[in-house]
């Protein structure tokens, strides 16, 4: 992928811009290709969940440990991501994502014995992690800062992109319960990847923070179509730098204002997991037979909520900037967390037959639509907008973390948890979190669709409340416009 630069093409400015774009446009694919690799890895399971644990005799704890081992992997590797990334770049952090998904697919693929295919999910976790973490970085270096908020939504599409299509292929291929080539098959991406993150130049800031200016120049060169605009921009990297030394921990101690969107974006990302989306993505196949349905209605029932997530997490994308991010969260919210109680409803009165299965389809599917318009997309925003320069590092590190721990912990128990307090229990429980989810976008997350990022940091400095570190509320900016209005009245 080593293009020439632009300047070297000839051309019109206007052309030389319009290859950079390009450039940054396959680079930032590229890079891409990790969100596609976390979403068939993670969603290859459902579909051969138990056709596995069948061949393998795994009872219902061991099932919980395959499921999980993958997000306990995730969550050590989204820490280990951040020195990784440091000192061998985004894009060293990507390639060494790419050679432990290939371990880890052939352990899980190949292996009859269930601790080997627990240690290949751990290998497949880290992988995913290094990606989570240095993907979406990589990405937004390497664009335009018009671009940055789109390019950044748009991996959060080829997850979902990535997750269908392994819920498509689990279908397929359960006809014969082919677990083995379900999970060994995704060796062919995994190659492509590694191709794909050895082709990519390594990212201009990440090039000028370690003192190699001369190549981060050659790079922005590359991707922004001009030697003046890559001299421009490599300037304000480096005051940028300048600005930000000093490190997260420090800020934390000092300012209580960080300490408050620290707190939120862990509790935007736990509850996401608290939704209840992973149960579906990982178990549909088991809850939906658990119900009554065919093994293959059940795995092809499993891919139509694969479909409903992308669907709608590309709805969310175009709305975003749009409407907002609060809208779509408390709607998102209020429709998840009705559809469950809903659903627990059903499962409680143990409603039956086609109505009954046509029910239980149509509410899950409202569900997931619910979920991905808002639930889904809008902590991952959030994490990165609200979080001063600073300390965005050490946030977003962190409140990964928590999303990766929150996951295991709900796939972790979660069959466990059915046994005890029954289906409809959890779904209520269920339920139940995503009402409180609601009160905490009501009460405490800030609008921040068209504030710059610096104007974030601002406000967040000058004190205000976590709501209004965005745009002030209706309410406020309502009554702010009828006391200017009474003030400007004659006396
Ligand atoms: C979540 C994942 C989930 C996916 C489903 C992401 O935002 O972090 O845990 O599997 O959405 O689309």
């Not at 789109?150 to 299509?165: E, P, R």
């Amino acid at each position: 992928m080593s293009s020439t630069l632009p300047e070297q093409s000839g051309g019109t400015v206007q052309d030389r811009v319009q290859q950079g774009r390009r450039n940054a446009f396959l680079f930032a694919g590229a890079a891409g290709l990790a969100g596609l690799m976390f979403g068939l890895d993670t969603g290859v399971i459902a579909g051969a969940l138990k056709f596995l644990g069948q061949d393998l005799k795994a009872n219902d704890r061991a099932l919980e440990w395959i499921v999980s081992s993958l997000m306990l992997g995730a969550a050590a590797g989204s820490l280990l991501a951040i020195p990784l990334s440091h000192h061998r770049g985004r894009r060293g952090a990507m390639f060494y994502a790419g050679l432990l998904f290939l371990p880890g697919t052939a352990l899980c693929s190949l292996t009859s014995s269930i601790p080997v295919m627990i240690l290949g999910r751990v290998c497949l976790g880290l992988g995913v992690g290094f990606g989570s973490f240095s993907a979406p970085l990589y990405i937004a270096e390497i664009t335009e800062k018009s671009r940055r908020g789109k390019m950044i939504s748009m991996y959060q599409l080829v997850i979902t992109a990535g997750m269908l299509l392994a819920l498509l292929s689990d279908s397929l291929l359960s006809y014969g319960g082919h677990w083995r080539w379900m999970l060994g098959i995704l060796a062919v991406p995994t190659v492509v990847f590694i191709l794909a993150t050895m082709q990519v130049p390594y990212s201009p800031r990440w090039l000028a923070m370690r003192g190699r200016r001369k190549e981060a120049h050659t790079v922005l060169q590359q991707v922004r179509g001009s030697k003046q605009r890559a001299t421009e921009e490599l300037n304000r990297i480096e005051e940028n730098l300048r600005k930000t030394e000093g490190n997260g921990f420090s800020l934390l101690k000092s300012s209580s204002g960080f300490r408050k969107t620290f707190a939120l974006g862990i509790g935007l990302q736990v509850f996401q997991q608290f939704a209840g989306i992973n149960i579906l993505m990982y178990y549909a196949p088991h809850i939906l037979e658990h119900l009554g349905f065919s093994t293959s209605a059940a795995v092809w029932c499993t891919t139509l909520l694969g479909l409903a997530n992308m669907v709608s997490t590309f709805g969310a994308i175009l709305l975003i900037d749009r409407w907002g991010r609060r809208p779509l969260l408390l709607v998102s919210t209020v429709v998840a967390s009705l559809s469950l109680a809903v659903f627990g409803t059903l499962l409680y009165l143990h409603v039956g037959g086609v109505f009954g299965q046509i029910a239980i389809v149509s509410l899950l599917v409202l569900f997931i639509l619910g979920y991905a318009f808002g639930e889904g997309p809008i902590p991952w925003t959030m994490c990165t907008e609200i979080q001063p320069l600073q300390g965005r590092t050490l946030a977003i590190a962190c409140s990964t973390f928590a999303n990766w721990m929150t996951n295991w912990l709900i796939s972790n128990v979660f069959l466990s948890v059915m046994g005890a307090i029954h289906d409809y229990g959890v779904f209520w429980l269920l339920a139940g979190f995503n009402a409180v989810f609601f009160l905490i976008g009501y009460f405490f997350v800030p609008e921040t669709k068209d504030c710059s990022l610096e104007e974030i940091e601002d406000r967040l400095k000058a004190g205000f409340p976590l709501r209004e570190i965005g745009q002030p509320s209706r309410l406020k900016a309502d009554t702010a416009m009828v006391v200017q209005e009474r003030d400007s009245l004659p006396v």
